[in-house]
Antibody, heavy 128, light 111 residues
Framework: QVQLVESGGGVVQPGRSLRLSCAAS????????MHWVRQAPGKGLEWVAV????????YYADSVKGRFTISRDNSKNTLYLQMNSLRAEDTAVYYC?????????????????????WGQGTTVTVSS | NFMLTQPHSVSESPGKTVTISCTRS????????VQWYQQRPGSSPTTVIY?????PSGVPDRFSGSIDSSSNSASLTISGLKTEDEADYYC??????????FGGGTKLTVL
């Protein structure tokens, strides 16, 4: 069965960096786009970033653009989120999720329109 | 960009039917697929509806999704409510820049 296991969370000081990982199994990882979604304590879900199946296309929420980098290693079936210049407001549970994908012939674009299967999450706390 | 607005909370009795709305602020609700996610306390989200009205395998047919262009909204309807349906529910769509957009979430209480 499809399984996504996040790791790498922890407590980090403001301004420092952290890298999250998401190990995938049970499906052909290299064929699917992947999302990162986060949830601050007691708050709702916030989309963070998405990456195409081959890593050639990446999209970011305005709140993390320029600070976070999504990447993947298809040889290791692993998704990453490199988080730099962390702020207190980045404190959240971070989930990876397998993307639902739609190809638009009119715009020759893949749209990663939703989330299919979610991981269990990893907690990031940014605090001095 | 647009926003998706959901009621903060809804409540209903076991066995009844409840509908949760998700209103798009600008642009047509029919332009981009809407998904619905269930998040039980202490758990990660799971997908209950995708592509406006499709159920993943394993999701009971008590769950259904629809869109209404007249109100520019999507709806999640749960019939035959069970106590296990008590959870937070989130609608989600995407924009033309491939940015995901979530609603604020609705807490469903089954009492």
């Amino acid at each position: 069965q499809v399984q996504l296991v996040e790791s790498g969370g922890g407590v980090v000081q403001p301004g420092r960096s952290l890298r999250l990982s998401c190990a995938a199994s049970g499906f052909t990882f290299s064929s699917y786009g992947m999302h990162w979604v986060r949830q601050a304590p007691g708050k709702g879900l916030e989309w963070v970033a998405v990456i195409s199946y081959d890593g050639s296309n990446k999209y970011y929420a305005d709140s993390v653009k320029g600070r976070f980098t999504i990447s993947r290693d298809n040889s290791k079936n692993t998704l990453y989120l490199q988080m730099n210049s962390l702020r207190a407001e980045d404190t959240a549970v971070y989930y990876c999720a397998k993307a639902l994908v739609l190809y638009s012939s009119s715009s020759d674009t893949n749209y990663y329109y939703g989330m299919d299967v979610w991981g269990q999450g990893t907690t990031v706390t940014v605090s001095s | 960009n647009f926003m998706l607005t959901q009621p903060h909370s809804v409540s209903e009795s076991p066995g009844k039917t409840v509908t949760i709305s998700c209103t798009r602020s600008s642009g047509s609700i029919a332009s981009n697929y809407v998904q619905w996610y269930q998040q039980r306390p202490g758990s990660s989200p799971t997908t209950v509806i995708y592509e406006d009205n499709q159920r993943p395998s394993g999701v009971p047919d008590r769950f259904s999704g629809s869109i209404d262009s007249s109100s520019n909204s999507a709806s999640l309807t749960i019939s035959g409510l069970k106590t296990e349906d008590e959870a937070d529910y989130y609608c989600q769509s995407y924009d033309s820049s491939n940015h995901g957009v979530f609603g604020g979430g609705t807490k469903l209480t089954v009492l």
